[in-house]
C-alpha cells in the first residue's frame, strides 16, 4: 500500500503532483470536434454486423469498430451508483439526470461496454425533466452484462469564463427505486498502475481563490498488486455541498517517479453526506 502523495500547486489553484503527467479521460476543455446531430455522434463508426450501431427512438446504440484508449487512465462511468440493469428483462433502462441548472447546452449520455470483450457504444440527448428510454435490445445480443456496461452523462457549462465539459452522473435503472446517495466512478487502467487516490475540490466562489479539499489530498485505495489492463470501481458518497468539483485520480507507474492522472468537472446537484472515496471489492 502507498503512502501520502506529496503534490504542488496546480493549474486551477489545485494541489496536483508536480511531476510530469498525461492528460487523460475526462475532457477538461472542449475542443471542436464534429458535432453530433441527433443522438448518433458522427466520430463513432458502427461496424458491419446486425447490431451495429444506429438511431432506435431516443438511443443511437450497437457495435462499433472501437479504437481503445491508450490512455493510463480512462473513465468508462460515472452514474449513480446501483445501475441496475439485465440482459434478460426486457424492460428499458430509465436514465434520469439532474444536471439542467449548471449547463449551457443540451446534456448528452454516453454508453460504453468498460472491458474489451465487446465494441458497444450508447449515444443519446437528455432533456430537462424528461427520462430518457433506453432499449436493451442491443445490449442482449451482444451480451453485455450490468459489470460490463459503463455510462457518462455530460453538459457543456462555463467555469469562469471558459467552455468546459461538466459531468452530471445520472441515475440509470430498469425498475424505478429512489436515487442513491453514492457515486461509482470505473477508470480503466493501460497500463501497470499502483497507490491509486483520489481527490476531490469545491469550485470556489471566484477564479483567484483555491478550491478547497472535500477528501484529504493523497488518500490511498487499498487495491491488490497493480492494475495493468484492468478495472477500479470507485465509490463515494456524494459531496454534501451543490456545486462544481473537481474530481482527480492518479496512480503511480511502478518503476518510474511518473505518475498517472485521469481528471473531469463534475456538477454534485443536491447534498448528501460526505465519505472518504474507496474501491469496491
Not at 96 to 123: F, K, M, P, T
Not at 185 to 196: D, N, P, R, S, W
Request: net charge positive; glycine share 10%.
Amino acid at each position: 500500500m502507498g503512502g501520502i502523495l506529496r503534490a504542488g500547486a496546480g493549474r486551477y489553484g489545485l494541489p496536483i503532483a508536480t511531476i510530469c503527467m498525461v492528460m487523460l479521460g475526462a475532457q477538461t476543455a472542449l475542443t471542436a470536434p464534429p458535432k453530433p446531430k441527433g443522438a448518433c455522434d458522427p466520430n463513432v463508426k458502427p461496424d458491419d454486423s446486425l447490431h451495429a450501431y444506429s438511431q432506435s427512438g431516443g438511443i443511437c446504440d450497437g457495435a462499433i469498430r472501437d479504437p481503445r484508449s491508450t490512455d493510463q487512465v480512462a473513465f468508462r462511468s460515472f452514474t449513480m451508483a446501483g445501475l441496475d440493469y439485465s440482459p434478460t428483462e426486457k424492460s428499458p433502462l430509465l436514465v434520469r439526470w439532474g444536471g439542467e441548472a449548471e449547463c449551457s447546452s443540451s446534456a448528452r449520455l454516453e454508453g460504453h461496454d468498460i472491458d474489451a470483450e465487446h465494441a458497444y457504444r450508447a449515444d443519446g440527448v437528455l432533456a430537462k425533466d424528461v427520462e430518457l428510454s433506453w432499449s436493451v435490445k442491443k445490449l442482449a445480443a451482444l451480451n453485455i452484462e450490468r459489470h460490463q456496461l459503463g455510462v457518462l452523462t455530460y453538459c457543456e457549462a462555463d467555469l469562469f469564463g471558459t467552455k468546459r465539459r461538466i459531468y452530471v452522473p445520472a441515475d440509470v435503472r430498469q425498475k424505478v427505486q429512489p436515487s442513491g446517495k453514492k457515486y461509482e466512478l470505473v477508470a480503466m487502467f493501460g497500463g501497470a498502475i499502483t497507490q491509486v487516490s483520489i481527490t476531490l475540490s469545491l469550485k470556489p466562489s471566484d477564479k483567484s481563490q483555491p478550491w478547497p479539499k472535500v477528501v484529504p489530498q493523497g488518500q490511498v485505495v487499498s487495491l491488490q498488486g497493480s492494475l495493468q489492463g484492468k478495472i477500479a470501481r470507485i465509490s463515494f458518497d456524494r459531496p454534501a455541498q451543490a456545486g462544481v468539483y473537481h474530481l482527480l485520480v492518479e496512480g503511480k507507474v511502478p518503476g518510474s517517479k511518473d505518475r498517472a492522472k485521469g481528471e473531469m468537472f463534475f456538477y454534485e446537484p443536491v447534498q448528501a453526506s460526505p465519505v472518504v472515496p474507496a474501491v469496491a471489492q
